[in-house]
């Protein structure tokens, strides 16, 4: 297996639409969740969400547009910002031999959400001629592998919360084993459609609003955490051979050791101790490292309170009494849960995090959990945590959980 680079990153995030202002952000603890403004908002129990800003007349031109749903934008200008800062990652290759991995969970949700409003609400028989080609859950990759010429698998990946680490993962086992030569991977969600809220309202399990500071709602391992708050973006990473890289000179952002799998078999929503568990320990197999090696986490911490007691379970099964050594970080807190893209997020945050020697803050973290223990680097970033290797964990509705094993590039 050879070794595997992450040698370029996109982001469009609640935290901002660069790596620079993503990384400010979430270190400074400043929050991408805000009281929706919007004209359904009063339909709504809890009118929130992290909304990313990108004005998309700016960067597309009006027939991309029509073409595009949300999230297609979202991945086109994350994968194109990786790719620029891959520093010629695409030059004089063999674009058969490089592929695009995708993670998505809800698709176009906004083309279909609109679809349905003209069909039913409207009584109108006018849907838009592309709103099969908008709403499809593949047409973020196939969009990515059109704009750059990429010949070789073009895969998407849909697993729930767990999307893009999955895609994440495959794309590294096929670099790392030889099969291509490189891969833009990650993923992209746009799932605040009305439709959507109202459905994830139903399932109960969104946060409710701070009344005193709405951006302060989503609250991982804290004791009084009331939910989710669900987000938009998307992560592109561009992956390929460390030596092939480092001699073209491009700046190597981080490592990817292994990925670890699991099914909790259990029951569709709610999560396992044991599912979680072993997708933790098959990634530390993957990657041929003992758990003493890891030193640091970043959790799902969806801030739910069947998953943070699970997770935190989790990784005391795994790691023992060393766990309560372990920062944890829960980002999620600041950059709301991107469902599909969510993985992709959390792991170019982990990336940047070891980077610059430093633990992300856990925000929010007011009332501790007698159930949730660990050291979850409450509501200040720290400074000088030199972590070499660190865990990215996600865990989905459905039973996939994935877990991601990266290395600092230093």
């Known amino acids: 297996m050879r070794r595997v680079a992450v040698s ?31 004209p359904f908002a009063p339909r709504l129990l809890a009118p929130l969400a992290a909304t990313a800003r990108l ?36 030059d004089g290759l ?35 001629p592309f709103t099969i080609l908008m709403g499809m859950h593949n047409a973020a990759a196939a969009w990515v592998g059109i704009e750059h010429g990429l010949r070789g698998p073009n895969m998407t990946y849909s697993t729930a919360c767990s999307s893009s680490s999955v895609a994440i993962g495959e794309a590294w086992l096929r670099v790392a084993s030889g099969q291509l030569e490189l891969a833009l991977a990650g993923g992209a969600e746009a ?38 708050v669900l987000g ?14 480092l001699a073209r000179g491009a700046t190597i952002h981080g490592e990817i050791l292994g990925y670890g799998l699991s099914n909790d078999a259990s029951h569709i929503t709610r999560p396992g ?69 969510a993985g992709a997020l959390e792991c170019v945050l982990s990336l940047l995090a070891m980077r610059h020697e430093v633990a992300l803050p856990t925000m929010h973290l007011q009332t501790p959990d007698p159930e949730c ?17 660190m865990l990215s964990n996600s865990f989905a509705f459905g039973g996939t959980n994935a877990v991601l094993v990266l290395r600092a590039a230093h």
């Open 191 to 228: 799932p605040l459609s009305n439709g959507s809220l109202k459905a994830w309202e139903a399932l109960r399990t969104l946060a409710a609003i701070d009344a005193e500071e709405p951006s302060a709602s989503c609250r991982p391992f804290s004791k009084n955490r009331s939910g989710m």
């Open 8 to 38: 370029g990153i996109g982001v469009v995030s609640p935290l901002g639409n660069s790596v620079d202002e993503l990384f400010g952000n979430a270190l400074a603890g400043r929050s991408g969740i805000h009281r929706l403004d919007i």
């Open 273 to 341: 101790v044991e599912g979680q568990a072993a997708a933790m320990r098959a990634a530390l197999q993957s990657a041929a490292i003992e758990p003493h090696a890891v030193a640091a986490i970043n959790a799902h911490g969806t801030g739910t309170l069947a998953n943070d007691s699970t997770e935190t379970a989790a990784i005391k099964a795994v790691f023992g009494d060393r766990a309560y050594r372990i920062p944890i970080s829960a980002t999620k807190a600041l950059h709301g849960h991107l469902l599909g893209a």
């Open 55 to 90: 004005d998309e007349a700016e960067h597309f031109d009006a027939a991309k547009l029509r073409l595009l749903d949300r999230f297609s934008l979202f991945a086109s200008f994350a994968a194109k910002q990786a790719v620029d800062d891959s520093r010629g990652a695409l």
């Open 94 to 128: 063999d674009l058969g031999r490089a592929g695009v991995f995708m993670g998505n969970g809800m698709g176009g949700t906004l083309t279909m959400d609109g679809g349905y409003k003209t069909l039913y609400g409207d009584a109108s028989d006018r849907i838009k």
């Open 232 to 245: 938009e973006g998307a992560a592109m990473l561009v992956i390929e051979p460390w030596d092939r890289a």
């Open 373 to 389: 223990d660990l050291d979850y680097v409450p509501n200040v970033a720290r400074a000088g945590v030199a972590a070499r290797t």
